[in-house]
């Protein structure tokens, strides 16, 4: 029997005694997704006890730590996970899916989930239009790509061409 392959590093997020509902909206989401590990409060913690304390799982076979910390640390901007897209119904599909239930967009691919959390919804061809060897063609993506929430790549491919 080999033993599961742990990452070096581990994502952790903390949140407001929600954790099993957002893991579960997660893994819904994602493709390749699962619970690898649930530990509750036991007799230590009596108020607490049978509550998840922290749960271990994958997202497309990233792994990620989600505990129930308390209000202390909510969630910004400081940090976000970044979704790679690999054409506009990825975008849309991750967009509308990580929306549900509350979140709100942000501005150049950002929205915030129900839970707070920030997420960076990137289609590939968007860091290839911004890197254009053509500085003005460049330029026009970006121009294009600030005015947006949701990234609609043919608008954008359509500004960069002029």
């Given amino acids: 029997m ?8 581990t994502p952790c997020l903390w949140f407001d005694g929600n954790a099993e ?9 994602f493709k390749d997704s699962k619970v690898t590990k649930t530990l509750r409060w036991g007799d230590e913690n009596p108020d607490l006890k049978g509550k998840v304390l922290l749960m271990e799982f994958e997202l497309a076979g990233q792994q990620y730590q989600a505990l129930n910390g308390g209000p202390q640390f909510p969630f910004t901007n400081a940090i ?7 054409d506009q119904a990825e975008v849309d599909y991750f967009w509308t899916k990580l929306l549900e239930g509350g979140g709100s967009e ?5 929205l915030k989930d129900k839970f707070g959390l920030s997420w960076q919804i990137v ?22 790509m600030m005015t947006m929430n949701k990234i609609d790549i043919a608008t954008i491919e359509r500004a960069a061409n002029g």
Wanted: charged share 20%; net charge positive; proline share 8%.
């Fill in 2 to 9: 080999s033993a599961v392959r742990k990452q070096k590093i």
């Fill in 123 to 144: 289609p590939r061809r968007l860091p290839e239009l911004l890197s254009d060897p053509d500085p003005a063609r460049a330029l026009r993506a970006m121009q294009s």
């Fill in 106 to 110: 942000g501005n150049c691919s950002w």
């Fill in 80 to 86: 976000s996970l970044s979704v790679d897209c690999a």
């Fill in 21 to 29: 509902a957002a893991v579960a909206h997660y893994t819904s989401i």
